[in-house]
């Protein structure tokens, strides 16, 4: 959920109706789902928030998909590449364009 709104963040500040749509047709596709926030997720969060000096909304969505096995996290956010991070790193700006 939080990489979602993460997601829309650019394309509700430039009024972009076709990227609102491209993010919504690519997080319907198969291999994506919504993962509740839960107690096991939020301890992770704050040993990456704590360890790492993480914001908290991308620790959320580290700390969900290493607990949840996701293969990657897809992101807007090019300060991702700089982070020490263990899943790989997929940039919205790739996925859209191809």
Same mark, same amino acid.
């Given at each position: %959920?939080? =990489?979602? @709104?993460? /997601? /829309? #963040? &650019? ?6 109706? %076709? @990227? ?6 690519? $997080?319907?596709?198969?291999?994506? *789902? #919504? ?8 301890? &992770? !969060?704050?040993? $990456? ?6 914001? $908290? !909304?991308?620790?959320?969505? $580290?700390? =969900?998909?290493?607990? =949840? ?10 300060? *991702?590449?700089?982070?020490? #991070?263990?899943?790989? #790193?997929?940039? %919205?700006?790739? /996925?859209?364009?191809?």
């Amino acid at each position: %959920m939080i =990489t979602e @709104a993460e /997601l /829309l #963040v &650019r394309p509700e500040r430039d009024d972009n109706a %076709m @990227a609102k749509q491209r993010i919504a047709d690519l $997080l319907s596709e198969d291999g994506f *789902w #919504v993962v509740a926030v839960d107690r096991r997720i939020t301890r &992770r !969060a704050a040993a $990456l928030r704590g360890r790492q000096n993480f914001k $908290l !909304a991308d620790a959320i969505i $580290l700390a =969900t998909a290493i607990e =949840t096995g996701c293969e990657a996290i897809v992101t807007n956010d090019g300060e *991702w590449s700089k982070k020490p #991070v263990e899943v790989p #790193v997929i940039s %919205m700006a790739d /996925l859209v364009a191809g």
